[in-house]
C-alpha cells in the first residue's frame, strides 16, 4: 500500500498572494502488486526517481517550529518560491528525464495514450506534453485537473491517473509523472492489460542457432527458434549467437 498524504495548507502564507491560492489538501492510496498475484489492474513497466539540488522552492524546517521564539514572523518558514526560475529548469529537466527512460524500456513517447503529469502549472504540463509528444497534445492526452483541485502536491498525478483511465484498451501505455521541490521527480510507465488472458503463446525466431535469454522465464534452447508462454505485458528478450553476440528487443504480449 502506497499513501500520499499531502497537507498543504499548514506551510502556506496566507499573506503572499503569489502562492498561497495554489494548494489543496489531499491524500491518495496505490495497491501496488505482485504481477503473479494480481487480478486485474496495470503493469508498471519501469519507475524512475531524480533529484537536482535547488533552493528555488522551499520552506526552512517548516511551519511546524513556526511558533519557536527564534521563527515567530519569518516568513522563511512557510513556501516560497521564485516561479520563473522554477519553470525554466524544471521543464527541460523533466523533459529530458521522461524521454530518456522511454527510450531505456523501449517505449516511442509518441504511442503513449496519456500523460498524468504533476498538477502545478498548466502552462509547465502543456510545454512537458509538447517536448515528449513532439505536437501540441489534447487535453485528454495531456490531462489537467487544476480547476478542479488545484495544486496537491505528489498526489495530484495520482489523482489525474484515477479519473482519466476507464477508457484505455489492453497493450495502450501511459506515463505518471510527479515533480516538485528539491527539485524531485518520478516517472512511471504503465501498461494496461486485459488479465482475463493471463498469457500468450509466442514464436521467438532468430536468423541462426542461438541461446535466448528472457527476464520473465528461464530459456535454454540452443536453436533458431522456440515457443514460450509469456505473460500479458513488456518482455526484454535476448537472442546470444554462438560468438556471443546479443542482440535485444521488447516484445508487447497483450491479453485478447
Request: glycine share 10%; proline share 3%; with cysteine.
Amino acid at each position: 500500500l502506497m499513501v500520499n498524504p499531502e497537507i498543504t495548507s499548514g506551510h502556506l502564507n496566507f499573506r503572499d498572494r503569489d502562492s498561497h491560492f495554489i494548494f489543496g489538501d489531499v491524500a491518495t492510496a496505490v495497491i501496488v502488486e505482485a504481477a503473479d498475484q494480481a487480478d486485474g489492474g496495470w503493469d508498471i513497466l519501469g519507475t524512475r526517481l531524480k533529484t537536482v539540488f535547488s533552493n528555488n522552492i522551499r520552506n526552512n524546517f517548516g511551519f511546524l517550529n513556526r511558533c519557536a521564539p527564534e521563527g515567530i514572523g519569518q516568513p522563511d518558514k512557510l513556501f516560497v518560491q521564485e516561479g520563473r526560475k522554477v519553470f525554466r529548469e524544471v521543464v527541460p529537466m523533466v523533459s529530458d528525464m521522461i524521454l530518456t527512460h522511454a527510450g531505456d524500456l523501449g517505449i516511442d513517447p509518441v504511442s503513449l495514450k496519456r500523460l498524468w503529469l504533476h498538477q502545478a502549472n498548466i502552462n509547465m504540463n502543456e510545454l512537458i506534453g509538447r517536448r515528449v509528444l513532439g505536437r501540441e497534445p489534447s487535453r485528454e492526452e495531456n490531462v489537467i485537473i487544476l480547476d478542479e483541485y488545484a495544486n496537491t502536491s505528489s498526489a495530484g498525478s495520482i489523482i489525474a491517473f484515477h479519473k482519466n483511465n476507464a477508457d484505455f484498451a489492453s497493450g495502450e501505455t501511459g506515463l505518471i509523472c510527479s515533480f516538485g521541490a528539491g527539485y524531485s521527480a518520478g516517472t512511471v510507465y504503465l501498461l494496461d492489460q486485459d488479465l482475463s488472458v493471463k498469457q500468450q503463446r509466442v514464436r521467438l525466431r532468430a536468423t541462426g542457432p542461438c541461446r535466448w535469454e528472457c527476464s520473465s522465464l528461464n530459456i535454454t534452447q540452443g536453436s533458431d527458434a522456440v515457443d514460450a508462454e509469456l505473460s500479458v505485458g513488456r518482455h526484454r528478450i535476448e537472442a546470444i549467437d554462438s560468438e556471443g553476440r546479443r542482440v535485444e528487443t521488447w516484445i508487447d504480449v497483450r491479453g485478447m
